[in-house]
């Protein structure tokens, strides 16, 4: 069984994005069953192409990424999620939406990359992409498959403090 990872920001065009594809990333080069998916409560329907950049220089395959709604993932046929991860301070504070299975919930805020200034963007948006996948590494190290619910929400709560 596939573990399925909603990240989630407001807009869907350069954390969420980062968390997905890092995640994405390292499932596939450790070998585990996991599959980020990325959306936002506001998409503002374009990706910030530093976080694109930033991902391929990062050896991520970003093809088909694209700015969606968290409203895709609870219509009829949305692959159930298993985690949901806020990765904005606005978007953690918003009221989700009823997500079906009842996943694990927790927020791991960044710092926006793209409100760095113009000079300091690429080198922020790589350095978040870092910290970001660093706790990608951390949540695929944990045994997924074998935590209770309660279990996984102390263990996921412990990685956004590390």
């Known amino acids: 069984m596939t573990i399925n990872v909603l990240i989630l920001c407001t807009h869907n065009s350069a954390r969420s994005v980062l968390a997905e594809g890092m995640l994405n990333h390292w ?61 904005c301070d606005s978007a953690a504070a918003e009221q989700c939406p009823y997500w079906p299975g009842s996943p694990v919930k927790v927020h ?7 409100n760095a200034p113009e ?26 498959k074998e935590l209770s619910a309660i279990d996984l929400q102390g263990a996921l709560t412990r990685v956004s403090k590390s």
């Open 27 to 87: 499932a596939r080069v450790l070998g585990k069953d996991v599959r980020a998916f990325s959306a936002g409560s506001a998409p503002s329907g374009r990706i910030n192409p530093l976080a694109l950049e930033t991902l391929q220089g990062a050896g991520v395959n970003t093809e088909g990424y694209r700015s969606k709604s968290w409203d895709e993932f609870t219509a009829d046929g949305a692959p159930e999620m298993h985690i949901v991860i806020t990765v």
């Open 108 to 114: 791991w805020g960044y710092p926006d990359p793209s």
């Open 119 to 144: 000079a300091e963007k690429a080198n922020a948006f790589e350095l978040t992409r870092q910290a970001i996948g660093y706790r990608m590494l951390q949540l695929l190290a944990l045994p997924l």
